[in-house]
T-cell receptor, first 112, second 116 residues
Framework: DAKTTQPPSMDCAEGRAANLPCNHS???????VYWYRQIHSQGPQYIIH???NNETNEMASLIITEDRKSSTLILPHATLRDTAVYYC?????????????FGRGTSLIVHP | ETGVTQTPRHLVMGMTNKKSLKCEQH?????MYWYKQSAKKPLELMFV???????ENNSVPSRFSPECPNSSHLFLHLHTLQPEDSALYLC???????????????FGSGTQLSVL
């Protein structure tokens, strides 16, 4: 199973870019990298996903290294509401099904 | 609003009670999931249903009994729980849990369960 490694915590000043790293050195060629975030006591929220190319949507940007062994989630202008736990996961295949497995994630604190 | 609704939002129950958690999704998805999140721990997958059939049971104790009557509804029946079962129980859905590598999960807000 491809596993991910994230720093347990980070902080960022409001209005600045938040860059959250993730290592996934055992990722397979056909596995996607997903990012979710979880605000306290709520369900995780999908942010973005990618396979090889960099991706951008209204919430964030995802930069994946050429060897696909790591990625970075970028929140370009962090706000206080971005304070949450951010999870980087790889869709893990078991048999014919693909089960998302969540680790401990990175607790991001955005301060004024 | 994610399109996945969980009820109740909070539940307190004794160890001898029987209760049920309900999840409903309005997204037309075919796969539904139960996750458990204990305090300060990662989410733990409990069950997966795909097209109403259970496809994953992650060694969950029998005091947790899932039911999926149709693709839009998922229940978790609880009986004779222990205090250590107190946790946030999250339901999620995705378009199709089998073989689709680029699916997004949509989560409900969860049920915060306290077992006394």
């Amino acid at each position: 199973d491809a596993k991910t490694t994230q720093p347990p915590s980070m902080d960022c000043a409001e209005g600045r870019a938040a860059n959250l790293p993730c290592n996934h050195s055992t990722i397979s060629g056909n596995e996607y990298v997903y990012w979710y975030r979880q605000i306290h006591s709520q369900g995780p929220q999908y942010i973005i996903h990618g396979l090889k190319n960099n991706e951008t949507n209204e919430m964030a940007s995802l930069i994946i290294t050429e060897d696909r062994k790591s990625s970075t989630l970028i929140l370009p202008h962090a706000t206080l509401r971005d304070t949450a736990v951010y999870y980087c996961i790889v869709r893990v295949g078991t048999g014919g099904s693909y089960i998302p497995t969540f680790g401990r994630g990175t607790s991001l604190i955005v301060h004024p | 609003e994610t399109g996945v609704t969980q009820t109740p939002r909070h539940l307190v129950m004794g160890m001898t009670n029987k209760k049920s958690l309900k999840c409903e999704q309005h997204l037309g998805h075919n796969a539904m999931y139960w996750y458990k999140q204990s305090a300060k721990k990662p989410l733990e997958l409990m069950f997966v249903y795909n097209f109403k059939e259970q496809t994953e049971n992650n060694s969950v104790p029998s005091r947790f009994s899932p039911e999926c009557p149709n693709s839009s509804h998922l229940f978790l029946h609880l009986h004779t729980l222990q205090p250590e079962d107190s946790a946030l129980y999250l339901c999620a859905s995705s378009q199709d849990g089998q073989g689709a590598r680029n699916e997004k999960l949509f989560f409900g807000s969860g049920t915060q369960l306290s077992v006394l």
